[in-house]
């Protein structure tokens, strides 16, 4: 069993049977030293651990508190340059700040540490994450809904499908579901069962179930390379095949009706592929996979349906592209906005749309309702392409407007359409539904997404405890040689308008202190800043951007660790600087970027924006003429772009196949931000409620 990542996903653990001896000093003492990390242990975990002998608590306990210091960062050495940071920061004066940093830059050397005793810590009222027992089964069962899920997983998921796989071996076919609906996930699954499991025979029919499209096969050849299975990011260096994989794999395209055209698609990959499946030495076997790869090395593509629907919106002729459309129901979603702009008579648009709105996916129909129901013209249309790295771009919206009656029916479909779907299936019952839920975003494509001590997706916006200090921390580690991570916060105020920012360049400022810039990391290195809520509102700051740059230009995926998060402090005097019981998130920077905006805090709305965002050079803060680059740019897009909240989710499957109630005690499903279903299991939200 993998504890790390039942504890991540379940907020459980397993005790196995002990043999019983554990006095309760002992399980005090268990208790208390997991407390340091802000965490509590339900009574059932109490009462199992109680069970064990002193040496197994012991090393259970052990492995437990290893877990929850890597969760918290604080399984490393946190030494910021001012050792008695913040007040070393607060009473220095510039000139002694300015002379410290240029001897640290001439001679990499640090100030030693201080002799000042730090008082305990202050802590405030901070709600703990409760731990959980759980079992064998419990843990197994984390498979399903990962592979059952239908928008992309994260790096994280992956590694974890993967370990699954590698270690359960044919044992893992009865943890699999019988269908798989996302075809990224089906790709990644076949790929590792190709890999750990090819001695057993269920390993082809699982093939022959679940590769259906020329893509579908491209897509396992990537995996297989350790490629993106999104196809979103340059293409993959395929490795050489042995013949009976050559053959596998031309037999899967043969056996495709009609492969050319989506072989077209992409049609570059299909010739660097074809270079290691040599399909000429099999072309009496399987014809029509040689003909299909064949039509991309010629660059013969057919009229395609993405040209042809292109050609007829150009020419404004809508009569002749929705019918085209209706073949593809989730195309005709994805372009019904441009389509009704476009056509004289909107409401026979919505009606052939109607016709076939119910077989558009949940994601795509969610994701068009969120668009319906916006203001418009929107403040800004932001776009965030697929890939394997979060980026924005921005543009005014200019689009010829839709009438109010128009956006209502279209929306009026969508929820129709996804209330219909999921009446089919089982009933709730009575439910709460928190309002709250509202601020958190429907987990959609998380493909982008990094590694975090909460499962978030980007978006949503989290409520900052009732504290007066936000700590921002930074930790890394130098790679190859001399790397330099520096940890800014940048400071706008309600219109986006960048005000300053606080860095290695500028220790203090609006309420701002930097714990120091250090530029060489052989053992580790952290920087800290510390933010005065009360002293920033007071002086018109609404928005803060956390930014992590790589100034040696490395990216983040070649360090051996690098991760940032923050801290709520009741006093910033009191505890030690780096504090795992006052962390509340943590998230691992390993992009293949020098660049990341991890979040945003809203100062006036006291919450915290989950940004996760990478760039390939570096940011602009601001610019004055239009507001539409740089970091202002991405500032707006996260705070306007709309998307499918999980309060209209679950209201949505409560109005097909439930009641809503007013409060929790009358509820037999709870959806919420902190009990039942919350934003943060989104392997159960993308498998069971998308």
């Known amino acids: 069993m993998n504890q790390e990542l039942f504890l991540r996903r379940r907020s459980k653990v397993h005790v196995p049977m002990g043999t019983g001896g554990a006095t309760r000093a002992h399980v005090a003492s268990a208790i208390q030293e997991i407390a340091a990390f802000r965490c509590v242990l339900s009574e059932s975990l109490i009462e199992q651990i109680g069970g064990l002998s002193p040496a197994e608590l012991k090393h259970w306990l052990r492995d437990i508190i290893g877990m929850l210091r890597r969760r918290a960062g604080a399984h490393v050495h946190h030494r910021p340059f001012y050792p008695d940071f913040p007040e070393q920061v607060l009473q220095a004066p510039e000139a002694e700040l300015y002379l410290n940093a240029v001897m640290h830059y001439l001679t990499l050397r640090r100030l030693p540490p201080t002799e000042h005793s730090r008082p305990p810590l202050l802590e405030g009222n901070f709600i703990p994450w409760v731990i959980e027992s759980g079992s064998v089964s419990e843990f197994e069962s984390l498979l399903e809904p990962l592979v059952s899920s239908r928008t992309s997983l994260s790096e994280e998921e992956t590694a974890d499908v993967v370990w699954f796989i590698r270690e359960y071996k044919s044992d893992v076919f009865h943890l699999l579901p019988e269908t798989i609906p996302f075809r990224e996930i089906r790709a990644l699954v076949g790929g590792a069962l190709i890999l750990h499991v090819a001695s057993d025979a269920r390993v082809d029919t699982f093939l022959q179930r679940n590769v259906e499209t020329a893509t579908d096969v491209l897509r396992l050849a990537v995996a297989l390379s350790g490629g993106d299975v999104s196809l979103a990011t340059a293409s993959t260096r395929f490795k050489a095949m042995k013949r009976s994989m050559r053959r596998l794999f031309l037999r899967l395209l043969d056996n495709i009706p009609d492969a050319v055209e989506d072989v077209m698609r992409h049609a570059e990959r299909w010739k660097r592929l074809a270079e290691v499946l040599h399909p000429g030495d099999y072309a009496e076997k399987y014809p029509r996979a040689l003909a299909a790869i064949t039509a991309a090395r010629r660059n013969e593509p057919p009229a395609t349906f993405n040209s042809r629907v292109e050609t007829m919106l150009a020419q404004r002729d809508i009569t002749t592209l929705v019918p085209i459309l209706q073949s593809r129901p989730g195309e005709f979603a994805r372009r019904l906005d441009v389509t009704l702009r476009r056509a004289t008579e909107t409401e026979s648009v919505l009606d052939a749309f109607e016709a076939v709105a119910a077989h558009v996916s949940s994601p795509v129909l969610l994701q068009l309702l969120a668009q319906l129901r916006a203001p418009r013209p929107l403040p800004l249309r932001a ?254 897009a996260l705070v306007h772009t709309p998307r499918p909240d999980l309060e209209t989710l679950f209201d949505l499957h409560v109005r097909a196949r439930g009641e809503r109630v007013a409060s929790p005690q009358q509820a037999q499903m709870v959806f919420a931000p902190d009990q039942g279903t919350t934003p943060f299991d989104t392997d159960v939200i993308r498998s069971q409620f998308l």
């Open 383 to 636: 776009f965030t392409p697929k890939g394997s790295f979060a980026k924005v771009f921005a543009i005014k919206d200019r689009r010829e407007p839709l009438t109010p009656e128009t956006l209502a029916r279209a929306a009026r479909i969508c929820e129709n359409a996804l209330v219909q779907r999921f009446a089919s299936l089982p009933p709730l019952g009575r439910c709460f539904i928190d309002p709250a839920l509202r601020e958190y975003k429907v987990p959609l494509a998380q493909r982008a997404s990094s590694k975090s001590l909460r499962t978030l997706v980007r978006g949503s916006r989290l409520p900052v405890p009732d504290t007066r200090f936000i700590r921002l921390f930074l930790w890394w580690k130098n790679g190859r040689e001399r790397t330099d991570i520096d940890l800014s916060a940048a400071f706008f105020d309600a219109d986006f308008v960048f005000k300053d920012t606080v860095a290695y360049y500028n220790l203090k400022g609006y309420g701002g202190y930097h714990s120091g810039d250090i530029v060489d990391a052989p053992d580790g290195a952290s920087e800290f800043i510390d933010l005065d809520i009360n002293v920033l509102v007071e002086q018109g700051i609404r928005y803060v951007v956390t930014s992590i740059n790589s100034y040696t230009e490395q990216p983040y995926c070649d360090l051996p660790e690098c991760f940032a998060g923050w801290m709520a402090r009741t006093d910033t005097a009191s505890g030690e600087v780096y504090e795992p019981r006052t962390v509340f998130d943590r998230i691992d920077i390993a992009s293949d970027t020098v660049i990341c905006l991890p979040f945003v805090m809203d100062l006036q709305e006291r919450r915290m924006i989950w940004a996760d965002l990478g760039l390939t050079s570096s940011p602009r803060w601001n610019n004055v003429g239009n507001n539409l680059s740089g970091v202002s740019l991405m500032l707006r």
